[in-house]
């Protein structure tokens, strides 16, 4: 049983439940103000932070945590930025070490120019991770046979890109998409690649869980007017994918009855 | 004299850079130094992470190195 | 002044405030009631009918007006099935005639295999019946020189398609699209093409007005839950046109901050 | 007598169908014979479009074509 | 009877046969020298010309027959630049005048933005110059029902577009390139669009009788190269289109034997 | 340096020069004679084999060596069918001992739906594969951090594929490709998913030093002449990578002059 | 004489640009002039084409428009 | 005897199938009885690839598990 579905149109990722199926990331704001209106306007519950050294060198260095409440925010720390098993598995721990939960988002980077993942290293610091009791959910390309040992590997949800972090290229490749998500028992969340609102419905529309993304609303000229539009585009695609499409084809079809025309139309 | 001058000071790294504190400092004494609220971040010493209630009983040794990390903005 | 904006998201169509930008048929459903509740469920406030013939054999015909209160929806009669300037006039007359409005989707259709427009008649039969008083909206393909020709003859609105009449098939030509409405004055409605949601999201993030739909939600499995996805849709992507969308590029870039790694990480 | 048959009904198209119906009928009774309500409807009668108003006045004659309309389900 | 397909890979306009299925322009080469190679390396056996004025100021104006024999090509004159008909038929006749032959490719613009034709001018010119004896191949846009009138007007060719011309983004729309060749008898050459050599074999298997192009070879970085490329991918996309392609499927199907396999493989 | 391109247009792998880009399977033809007119209308030199049981219950079983001249083609015995490392090493033994050559097409699969690679076991079996002096051209999914990997392990060429074997979908992420050849030093040769012709055509215009095809060749309804579509596509695009295509605009550009049109022209 | 003056030049346009020329040449003479070669130019007098070998029996009058056109590159 | 029954006869797998064979018999032996050209495949003989020219010399034993593969169409 899959169980993910619930009749409330809520998921589940580890025995959470989640009603919106937006997870937003909270790097890249012009201004901390600015973050915490789009995130508010894209109905997100769960916010991805990263792990960084306080800046000591500054007054009042303020963390993130003066501006997302974990009251009103699953706040779920990343590993972004690390490259080997030996790192992900440090932040990790400090992120965890922050008292919140043992939630985290693995990244374990292979290429600096494409920040595509090191599969190799990202499976192992998984299995390492689940050892040690962390809820892993793992950032991951595209490809099946991957996402398939992450989940044999434990992870709680598996997150394939829909193309480079940052890029804004949308979903290049939905054929791996939609069948890492019907073969996979764990929730799929498609993480980075989205740049605009259809992009995050073409996401959605693939049957995934949910779908991450952090560029395509802090870049946008206006990111509250696009996180909000954002929110629109996850429900619209779940909607769709959920409503069952009709089939498209070469062929045109009246949308109004042939029958029940005039006499005498012109010839 | 010196030896009293040497116990007096100890050098370590706090996030990167050296930096000199008075000895028989605690963790949580080093972080009102630097004027960092205990409750908002994180803190490894040596590559140990210390519990947020082991701060105050952790004594900044010579050569530590130590970490303070905190969330920031990430995707 | 294009003035077709408005500072509440609403739109003007000769003069008239629109609060959706989501206009949906009438056609194909399996019954009336699930057309009224998915016609709700769009959100839209425009709805288009066609004229037909009374079936006079049937002991209880109920025209749609048993299903569509006028107040509570704008209907706008089409002149589907009409080939030849004469009938469309004939059928825009007759609709006229309900006493509703003097408001007409005009089609003139130029092939029955594709039902794509028949321009140059579709052209004068929008300057004949703008003559006679109508406020014409006018169905057309994607060409930017028609839609001019109809903007120049009159029409309130210029509705170019997405792709055939029922196929499904969404937007593709989204530069002709983006072109007819950056040099159009009057609304430009795509209509006609959208699949699914992610189809009408892209269309309304080319900047159009608003978009025409009818087979994606009748044809859809759950007529009701794609209706909401498309309100959803629409939405989303009118949002993602305001917000200004970030520019999509091959290279990654970093949404976490590179500064603040920790030392010592593993070589 | 034939001549008072022939005088007592009419032959005309109705939607397209041959129908026989009495004189001196006007379009707003033929449509009370159809069980049509004419408020739901618009007639064309011989290619000219009635107003409401007219139906009753409107006498049906020998050989009208009448089409009787009303709005379906389109797109 | 469409009989435009021949057993040696020929085919027919207007009762002349032509071995290759590539016409390319002649425009904005950087020197003419650069055109006749390229035009050379294309393999191409029509090329266009357009009509202009002589520069009486310059001391040794040469117009292009000097550099194209009329014996190893055939010359086609167009009407580019004309954006009525009373312009193009001005045009068509000073470049039949010339005497080479009474063959135009005729084109009346709509736009001068998007060179879009005037599809309502064209086709009353195409008409026009038919009774007057040209052989009219005509520019036009993918709209079925305007080639299907062009065709009716007596067009010997109707060309329409893959995009605007000079923009190299390729045949945006297949699905009308193809329905407009089912439809017609006459042969349908595209015309405009192409940017590289993929977008020509695209444009050949749609199963259409020819391509013309201009700008893909003139403004590539090497003409002479690019014209090479276009031969081959005219012959490849004609070859693929008559050999009939596989049909595309989303699940993987091994092209190996299963059968065969060793005893004892690891488990 | 990069050194594969030679001024004359042949391509070396492991110090061994082709000339023909297009690199065939010899998997799935109706019959053996169809298959060798296939292969040697493609033009390819290299031709891949599996290694298979003889069936001795037929009376006269025949290899492919039959009919595929070692002397004519240089065939690359293949791991096909293959899912650990330990069958991959003995498959790749096996085709060594037929003493043709010490060349092996790897093939390790993860998953026997999609046939996509497992590239852990891949890496692994590369670098075992190598250490027996095997030249290992190593099928690989488009994961550049994987493709790096091979590269380091010493193959003397990837092959990435377009998309599943046997599916026809072409290149799905053209992205991936190009940034695999533009930061591999060792020649990337497309494997699996081309379907018809201008898939290789674009899968040669991504720059990469050849493609490798099975299924579309062998699937299309006329082999032979399919292959000879390939041989030309393959051309195509290798010349239009080489020759710089245009700049593909959203803005038309004629391809006549502007100037030099004539005085009165109809206003 | 005005008159003879006004016999001996005329006042055309040739290709937009108005051209004083000596009175009594023929068109041919007028392209020689030009130094253009008739066989490779169309020419069109005051809307009307000339055929070649009525070049150098048509005479250029007073207010002639004319247009000496030929093939250049085109797409 | 059974035991000469035995020696006599020797139970293998070749390509998977049980076959009884003669004792004696080379691999080379076994070939020729299968009717395969031992030019045309290689041969596995418990896992151990067995070089070409060492097929004459090489013994067939009871329990051999034998391959012989060649090469066929693949992609």
């Known amino acids: ?267 | 004299m010196t030896t009293e001058g040497d116990s007096a000071t100890l050098s370590i790294v706090v996030n990167g850079k050296p930096r000199l504190v008075g000895a028989g400092l605690s963790v949580a004494g080093l972080l009102r130094t630097l004027k960092v609220n205990p409750g908002m971040v994180v803190v490894e010493r040596n590559r140990e992470i210390l519990a947020r209630d082991a701060l105050e009983t952790t004594p900044v040794k010579e050569g530590d190195r130590i970490e303070v990390v905190h969330f920031v903005g990430g995707g």
Not at chain 1, 60 to 65: H, K, Q, T, Y
Request: with cysteine; aromatic share 6%.
């Open chain 1, 1 to 267: 049983m899959k169980g993910k579905r619930r009749p409330d149109g809520s998921f589940l990722i580890a025995g959470r439940t989640f009603d919106s199926r937006l997870i937003v990331g909270t790097g890249k704001y012009h201004s901390n103000r600015e973050m915490t209106q789009a995130i508010r306007a894209s109905g997100a519950e769960v916010v991805t932070v990263a792990v960084r050294r306080v800046d000591l060198d500054r007054s009042r260095e303020e963390g993130i945590l003066h501006y997302l409440d974990p009251r009103e925010f699953f706040l779920l720390p990343n590993t972004a930025g690390c490259y080997t098993v030996a790192d992900a598995l440090r932040y990790a721990r400090l992120g965890r070490a922050a008292g919140l939960s043992d939630w985290v988002k693995l990244e374990v980077i292979g290429d600096e120019h494409t920040l595509l993942p090191d599969t190799t290293a990202t499976l192992e610091a998984a299995a390492l991770l689940v050892a040690e009791g962390f809820k892993v959910m793992a950032y991951t390309n595209d490809d099946l046979v991957t996402a398939l040992r992450l989940e044999d590997a434990g992870c709680v949800a598996v997150m394939p890109l829909a193309s480079p972090i940052g890029s804004g290229l949308g979903v290049v490749n939905p054929y791996y998409i939609r069948e890492i998500k019907r073969r996979l028992c764990v929730p799929v969340i498609v993480d980075a690649g989205v740049g605009t609102a259809s992009d995050a419905c073409i996401t959605m529309e693939q049957g995934v869980d949910g779908v991450l993304m952090n560029t395509a609303i802090a870049a946008a000229t206006d990111p509250v007017g696009m996180a909000t539009a954002m929110k629109h585009a996850v429900r619209a695609g779940r909607a769709a994918y959920l409503a069952g499409r009709m089939r498209p084809r070469e062929i045109a079809v009246p949308s109004s009855p042939v029958a029940g025309m005039l006499d005498g139309n012109t010839d």
